[in-house]
């Protein structure tokens, strides 16, 4: 007998009236039902040893006795329990002691059968004895009911039924509660068991996703609202109160005082309460989702109502008051919000490699698990039948507990907080093992139907997605379903998905390298970032001036080649991946496909180097394609994720198996001609070959076609610094100087190279070269820079105004560098481009001037700097630029030696140094002449 089960004795006058069972629910403390406890003298016997009690606490159901606290054994029950379902199948048992002798008894049976209290000490008759069965069950009152692992009553009377069989009944723990403590409960067993089960299988599911780098839990941004509308979806009482009080602090008041002048109702949301009972909540949800679309089409019409204001005055300042907000966004927000309260079934689609998994493995991990909701998560390639079966598997604890049982529990839990079981089923496109996966999955929600309880979020690719998948959308739920195509990036997206990468793989960037190229290369494609950081893992301070594709990939396959041919002895680790790659290659050109290889070209060792670089979809993906013919069989086709590393895998076979000329021509010709998939990757690859890795064979021949002009100035920008040569910087300075077609593209790429340490042979003193060449001849000096540096600006009462045609107009430039100008590291860095603001002064006069004294007072070394070097000019206008800075600058001393060096170069300028003249209005004068 368990040791918090003990003997219980009442006495009158030194004479046993009555025998009875206690449980001990604390050191000092033992419950018993309310009849034992009779007579004036209680006695608890433990170890056989009797200790005398006395009543402190009860109720007509039960009492609580406390004793002296000895050196006697015991144990504590604290498992009691009024959450277990308590019906016809449920099973039960008693323990207690039975007859004058106290003997220890067991009974166990099957079945509740509940019955009101109508003045009765019992609420539950125990059905169906099936073990311990006896002709008289005196001494087992006060004993505990057991059902699932947990006492849900004590046992009050024996009684004879209907069919004159003996029987017992209990009291529900309901009916005695008030005297037991919050340590003597626990949950329902398979629930909590449930939770732990499910959290630990998620948890590890996740891992998975975490060793293959599918998941990186440091770069994790919420999209768009998509994890706001997975919270509603998730938990739908608690987030439908959230919305009720997101609307009813809205301030109404001045929108109001308009509709009433329109002659419309007001809009007011005072009189919802977020105190609702949960079986409402469909109701609630309803009819809060009428109100707000009811407030968003009001304040729609007073926007739409212009003709009944007498005045524009009267117009405008409802718009000011009314409808200049973010009200109606917001609203437009909440009722979207609460759209996804009575969904059941979501479907998030994203394009391959772009952060389907991180999504839902954080939403899993962050939300579901952290704030302790049921939930599993799955990966679909895991699935070998409908995940129907499987599921039931895990709810039903592998079968320790009869899913019967597990369907009760969950649908009272579901009734009681409308919290549902998520069920995640991550990557359905990954799936290739089930026949007809996609009509699996429909099969599978429409079952989901019985279980109200279930909510089901899946992921896919878009990718074929009708190919595979359309027929899940055509299911009878369709009002319960929403596929949400996940294509919102924003810029915060764009950040904490860059850093997180860098912070993930160990990288660190010299910042001041970090050029817009650059960071909007990789955080539009997330792919290309991926290949970037692992090729990068673990290198510090490293340039990122731009992204050079085609080393990123050679040194990716280089990685990968060692990688996946780990612990194997063989001569060189990229023959097997190169050959597996050509092989492929081959295959594309030659059927003129570019997508879905079939697997069943490949032979054992290359299937298995491909399930390697399956594994986590960033070179390759998979997709389950089903043949019709005389007899339907699946087959598996693979892809690859990201064209561009396609295109560079093809080029290299191009170049090693078509080498000869002629077969080379043969291939351009067709490529071009048939203008196919890989024509635009494939040309800038070979482009990048010809001038890096195959100067002598390879570049004479394409400099011959009669596209290559057009191949050179499409695709030179992708190239780095060592391989510019002087006949590059001198066409480049040719096309400035003519200010020809290419000029705007030139300028725009010699902005970024500002740093002259790093881009030894082309930088942005190729674009001052060409300036003092053009300054010259004043007119072409003043095109130029108006076309490429001219000022934009906004136009009286213009809310909007078209795109700039200058590359980077001079207000726009000068306050960019304003934005940083309090960094003198970053000063330091960028000089150059204070010296670009010398050349366009007299575009915007005033502001360039204050950003010189702004930049005289944060880094005077760097202005003396770049102001000695242009006092030198040869050019009169860049010396009177300078002059003017000079100037303005002796106007606001520092106090210390920077005065009396720019004191001497203002003596050392030599613009007009005869003449008295108002340098300033000789700047404008001379400008004006060629003005437009």
Known sequence: MEKYIVRVQSYYQGERIQNG???????????????????????????????????????????????????????????????EILDEASPWSVRGFITSQQHEHHIKGTGFDFSPLLGTDWDYCLSAITGGAADNYEGLSGSPVFCDNRVVGILQMQAYNSSGALGVR?????????????????????YMLLKETCTQYTKSQIEKNVRSKKYIADIFVEEGGYKENLRYFSDPLLFLKKAINDVKIIDFKSMNVDLKNIGKESIDFSDFTEDFLSTDLEQVST?????????????????????????????????????????????????????????KYILLSKDAGQGKTNFVCDFALNFLIRKKYCALYFNAYDFRDNPMGFIKRKLSLDGRYPFLYANKILLREWQRSQRPFVIIIDGLNENTLVENFGQGIRDFLEECKYYPYIKVIMTTRNELFQERFAVIEEGMYSSAYQHIDMWQRGNDFKERIFRGYLRFFGITIREN??????????????LLLRFFCEVNENKKLIYVYDVYKYDVFKSYLAIKSLEYQKNQQILNNQDSLNALLDKISEYM??????????????????QELLYKMLDNEVIFKDEQIIKMGMLKRNTVVISFTFDEFRDFCITNYILTH??????????????NEENLTIKEGVQKYIFYLARTESQEDLLPIIQNLPEYETLYWEHIWGLEDRHFTAEDAELWKMQ???????????????????????????????????LDVLVQKLDLYDAFIKRMFGVQRQEKNIYTSSRSESIWPFNTMVQDITNYVSVDNWNVNHSELYRLVIYLLELEYWSALDLWHKLFEISPEVAVYILNETNQHKSSLILCNVKEILRHLKKVRKGDEYDLIIERLDQENNFCRDISIDVKLFSKLLLDEFGE
């Open 736 to 770: 400035l100087i003519t200010n020809e077609r290419y000029a705007k593209k030139i300028v725009r790429d010699l902005i970024i190279k500002y740093d002259c340490e790093f881009f030894r042979n082309i930088n942005i003193h190729l674009l001052f070269e060409a």
């Open 658 to 671: 078509l080498a000869e000329q002629q077969a080379f021509l043969e291939f351009w010709s067709q490529m």
């Open 170 to 190: 209990m009291s529900s723990v309901k009916t005695f509660q008030d005297l037991l403590m919050k340590e003597n409960f626990k949950p329902n067993e398979y």
């Open 513 to 526: 390298t970090l050029t817009n190229r650059f960071y909007d290369a990789l955080t539009n494609d997330i």
């Open 21 to 83: 069972t206690g449980i001990i629910i604390a050191p000092n403390l033992v419950l018993t039902a309310e009849h034992v406890a009779c007579g004036d003298c209680h006695m608890v016997c433990i170890d056989d040893k009797e200790i005398e009690a006395h009543i402190i606490k009860g109720n007509e159901f039960a009492v609580l006795m406390e004793i002296s606290q000895s050196d006697y054994t015991y144990s504590v029950a604290d498992f009691f329990s009024d959450d």
């Open 589 to 606: 050109i030659r059927e003129k496909s570019f997508f879905n290889i079939p697997s069943g070209i490949f032979n054992e060792s290359e």
């Open 287 to 343: 009819y809060l989702k009428d109100r707000v679309s009811n407030a968003i089409s009001l304040l729609d019409e007073l926007g739409e109502n212009n003709e009944s204001y007498k005045d524009l005055e009267k117009y405008f300042d409802v718009r000011q008051n009314s409808l200049n907000n973010s009200v109606k966004y917001y609203l437009s927000n909440i009722k979207e919000n609460i759209d996804f309260i009575m969904k």
